[in-house]
């Protein structure tokens, strides 16, 4: 299936989309990586070409073209646009598809609907973690360098012309996925159907953020390792990730849907509002809440409860890690869990965060202290009074 994605960028040094399709990258630092003299490593089996300008002078050919129209020079303006036409992997297997393959439709692609700008475009043979999945990243100065004839997906007369912004709309980004589907049919390539919602959504912008986040715990970790001590967590999380994780536990364990929503409260400290028939995810280290579409189609209201009943009408031999929990070992109270400051990367980052979640802490371990003893006067004033 290959699937597009788009990214705006703000930066005004181009040199940087050139440095990072060009040399192979650093995970762990976020820069190109270099030998042992010092040198950038060039990308292994790099495909790669350009558009109304040079692959190795994009950078100055697009500054001096800004200059020109004088455009693209204030902080906040969209500088370049940058694409990504990401293949299925079964395709490379199958053999149905080569690098130079995925570089020839790319670039019939980015001729089609860039033309005018000055583009980069590289193909790089294997994705982040070693996915193994082929795609084309296709970088464009967003200011239009030639008049060009007109095509059905533009809009504006502007789109057509030289000294223009590219411009981009959902209208036209439907447009492109679905040119993106044809030329994949005729290649025999496979397809996604873009009428589906995804079962997981994972944005552009929440995976950037768990990178940052690992990396960022890589870099505790490797500080606590130092000490001789043994790191208590390895993977980052982020909030989408928590819940998504919290709901698919909660299903397995509610009968209904307030047995869900009160699991996901009280044991999972996430709250959940309804609108119009959707649900919002409310998570207690986030201040706004998350819109149950951006987690994916199964954890909106209606997939959730269908989930739920189907855990509720399984037979009696499905696995034990699936088995709900025996309802002797849930045991309701208003208690929270403390927040481990150890493995907490925001309180690394934020004294103050640091502080606020420490004088929460204090206060919840006080609270469980009460709540113990009050226990234990309840049971000692039921032994005293069956004796």
């Known amino acids: 299936m290959a699937i597009l994605k788009h990214g705006a960028i703000r930066n005004s040094d181009y040199g940087e989309a050139q440095r990072y399709l060009f040399f192979e990258q650093d995970p762990e630092k976020r820069q190109p990586a270099r030998d042992e003299q010092g040198k950038l490593i060039f990308r292994k089996g790099l495909v790669y070409s350009a558009m109304n300008c040079e692959p190795f002078t994009f950078n100055t050919e697009c500054t001096e073209l800004n200059r020109r129209f004088g455009k693209n020079l204030s902080r906040r303006e969209i500088k370049a646009h940058h694409y990504i036409i990401s293949f299925a992997p079964e395709d490379v297997v199958d053999g149905l598809?080569?690098?130079?393959?995925?570089?020839?439709?790319?670039?019939?692609?980015?001729?089609?609907?860039?033309?005018?700008?000055?583009?980069?475009?590289?193909?790089?043979?294997?994705?982040?973690?070693?996915?193994?999945?082929?795609?084309?990243?296709?970088?464009?100065?967003?200011?239009?360098?030639?008049?060009?004839?007109?095509?059905?997906?533009?809009?504006?007369?502007?789109?057509?012309?030289?000294?223009?912004k590219h411009h981009l709309t959902p209208t036209i980004l439907k447009d492109m996925q679905q040119r993106l589907n044809e030329l994949c049919e005729r290649e025999h390539l496979r397809t996604v159907d873009f009428s589906l919602p995804s079962e997981?959504?994972?944005?552009?912008?929440?995976?950037?953020?768990?990178?940052?986040?690992?990396?960022?715990?890589?870099?505790?970790?490797?500080?606590?390792?130092?000490?001789?001590?043994?790191?208590?967590?390895?993977?980052?999380?982020?909030?989408?990730?928590?819940?998504?994780?919290?709901?698919?536990?909660?299903?397995?364990?509610?009968?209904?849907?307030?047995?869900?929503l009160d699991l996901l409260s009280?044991?999972?400290?996430?709250?959940?509002?309804?609108?119009?028939?959707?649900?919002?995810?409310?998570?207690?280290?986030?201040?706004?809440?998350?819109?149950?579409?951006?987690?994916?189609?199964?954890?909106?209201?209606?997939?959730?409860?269908?989930?739920?009943?189907?855990?509720?009408?399984?037979?009696?031999?499905?696995?034990?890690?699936?088995?709900?929990?025996?309802?002797?070992?849930?045991?309701?109270?208003?208690?929270?869990?403390?927040?481990?400051?150890q493995n907490c990367v925001k309180a690394q980052q934020s004294w103050a965060y640091a502080r606020k979640v420490t004088i929460s802490n204090l206060q919840e371990m006080a609270r469980t202290v009460?709540?113990?003893?009050?226990?234990?006067?309840?049971r000692c004033l039921i032994r005293t009074i069956t004796m």
């Open 200 to 260: 997981k959504k994972v944005s552009d912008r929440e995976y950037r953020a768990g990178q940052r986040g690992q990396a960022a715990l890589n870099e505790i970790n490797r500080a606590v390792i130092a000490d001789g001590l043994k790191p208590r967590r390895t993977k980052y999380e982020t909030i989408k990730e928590q819940i998504r994780a919290a709901v698919d536990n909660a299903v397995r364990e509610a009968e209904n849907e307030a047995d869900f």
């Open 370 to 378: 009460a709540w113990i003893q009050e226990q234990e006067d309840k």
């Open 97 to 164: 598809l080569t690098p130079q393959k995925a570089h020839a439709l790319a670039t019939e692609f980015a001729e089609y609907f860039f033309a005018g700008h000055q583009a980069l475009l590289a193909t790089h043979i294997d994705g982040n973690n070693h996915s193994g999945n082929c795609h084309t990243h296709i970088v464009i100065n967003s200011l239009r360098k030639h008049v060009v004839s007109w095509q059905p997906f533009m809009e504006r007369p502007g789109d057509a012309l030289a000294g223009y």
């Open 266 to 341: 009280e044991r999972y400290h996430i709250e959940v509002t309804t609108s119009r028939g959707s649900w919002s995810y409310h998570h207690r280290d986030r201040t706004k809440p998350i819109h149950d579409r951006s987690l994916g189609r199964t954890y909106d209201r209606e997939s959730v409860l269908k989930r739920i009943a189907g855990f509720r009408d399984l037979p009696e031999t499905i696995p034990p890690e699936y088995a709900p929990l025996p309802k002797i070992f849930l045991i309701r109270s208003e208690l929270r869990l403390v927040t481990d400051l």
